[in-house]
């Protein structure tokens, strides 16, 4: 465990901060919440999970992300069905349209940072291409209970 902040981590939560920010700005989804947003992408990635995982994950109760997707259900995003391992549960799917709501939704985003990275010099871009590999598995290890 890290007892004293490494030289550079102060700058990267900030850059990585100013970008989230921008990037969120920049490809506003009207009628949708980040969480909502957020719970799409997770169950394009990851897959089928419980709401009562994805409330955990997504750092919301689970009253409230049953009402996200109960309303995500009704707008056929995702789909709901007893979960095969306990039956108390449910799992939350995310449908073909939601997948496409994803994509188009990443797309834009793509479109909308290519347009600034264009602006680097290409040294700075070749920087932030060699460093996908390393900031891909930062993005994917698991929270520290």
């Given at each position: ?8 981590l102060d700058e990267l939560a900030g850059c990585l901060e100013r970008l989230v920010g921008w ?5 506003p989804i009207p009628g949708y919440s980040v969480t909502s947003r957020l719970t799409l992408s ?6 089928p999970a419980r709401i009562s995982d994805l409330a955990r994950l997504e750092g919301v109760t ?84």
């Amino acid at each position: 465990m890290i007892t004293e902040i490494e030289p550079g981590l102060d700058e990267l939560a900030g850059c990585l901060e100013r970008l989230v920010g921008w990037l969120r700005r920049s490809t506003p989804i009207p009628g949708y919440s980040v969480t909502s947003r957020l719970t799409l992408s997770r169950l394009e990635g990851d897959g089928p999970a419980r709401i009562s995982d994805l409330a955990r994950l997504e750092g919301v109760t689970q009253p409230a992300i049953t009402g996200l997707v109960n309303r995500l259900e009704g707008e056929g995003l995702v789909t709901r069905s007893a979960d095969p391992t306990d039956a108390r549960a449910a799992l939350v799917t995310i449908t073909a349209a939601g997948r496409a709501f994803v994509e188009a939704r990443r797309a834009e985003r793509v479109r909308v940072l290519s347009a600034r990275i264009e602006r680097l010099p290409d040294a700075d871009r070749d920087a932030i291409l060699a460093a996908l590999p390393a900031l891909d598995r930062l993005s994917k290890l698991p929270d520290l209970a």
